[in-house]
């Protein structure tokens, strides 16, 4: 598998929630709880928002929350605000002992 | 305050070779694994390397295997990546993290990144 499949685009209005989906398979997500999601604004570097599935670093707003099902994980985004907008991307270990990394989704804030 | 500062990027013709460091600050670098993620011109993250804290486990995605080696050296702070036979699919902007604490393959920080370009 070249990489984890993400939705191209989600967006949102100011103050609400969204979701965004990440399917692997039994080899990576639904192998392992080493889930992490990253964020990404252009011409910065990426930014760990979750990892092990569920657990925020020190310092990431508790707006941002993960979850896992199966071979699927997801981010979640509350009180959405503008400067949410960016790439967002999913990341699991995999069984061939090396990481993988989702195909991206863009969050717009309308 | 953890630092990350890559170096050694730039244009190389396909085949070539180039070296890309990255400097770490403000953190015991011994006490972790290090990677290194790339990503292309208009597409998304993609995993390149790790390596071990000791430096004698690495690994490495399919694409690069056999071309790219990952090393470090403790005693000057230092990540490398030595990058041979380029392709001009490797052309990317070169970042490399650090592991978290547990060493749970998720990047807690992440450098600015370094551009290679392979072109002639």
Request: aromatic share 10%.
């Amino acid at each position: 598998q070249s990489a984890l499949t993400q939705p191209a685009s989600v967006s949102g209005s100011p103050g609400q929630s969204i979701t965004i989906s990440c399917a692997g398979t039994s080899s990576d997500i639904g192998g392992y709880n080493y889930v992490s999601w990253y964020q990404h604004h252009p011409d910065k570097a990426p930014k760990l928002i979750i990892y092990d599935v569920i657990h925020r670093p020190s310092g990431v707003s508790n707006r941002f929350s993960g979850s896992k099902s199966g071979n699927t994980a997801s981010l979640t985004i509350s009180g959405l605000q503008v400067e949410d907008e960016a790439d967002y991307y999913c990341s699991s270990f995999t069984t061939t002992l090396r990481n993988i990394f989702g195909t991206g989704t863009k969050v717009t804030v309308l | 305050e953890v630092q990350l500062v890559e170096s050694g990027g730039g244009l190389v013709q396909p085949g070539g070779s180039l070296r890309l460091s990255c400097a770490a600050s403000g953190f015991t670098f011994s006490g972790y694994s290090m990677h290194w993620v790339r990503q292309a011109p208009g597409k998304g993250l993609e995993y390149v390397s790790a390596i071990s804290t000791s430096g004698g486990i690495t690994f490495y995605e399919d694409s690069v295997k056999g071309r790219f080696t990952i090393s470090r050296d403790i005693s000057k702070n230092t990540l490398y990546l030595q990058m041979d036979s380029l392709r001009t699919e490797d052309t990317a902007i070169y970042y490399c993290a650090r592991d978290t604490p547990g060493l749970d393959w998720a990047f807690d920080y992440w450098g600015q990144g370094t551009l290679v370009t392979v072109s002639s």
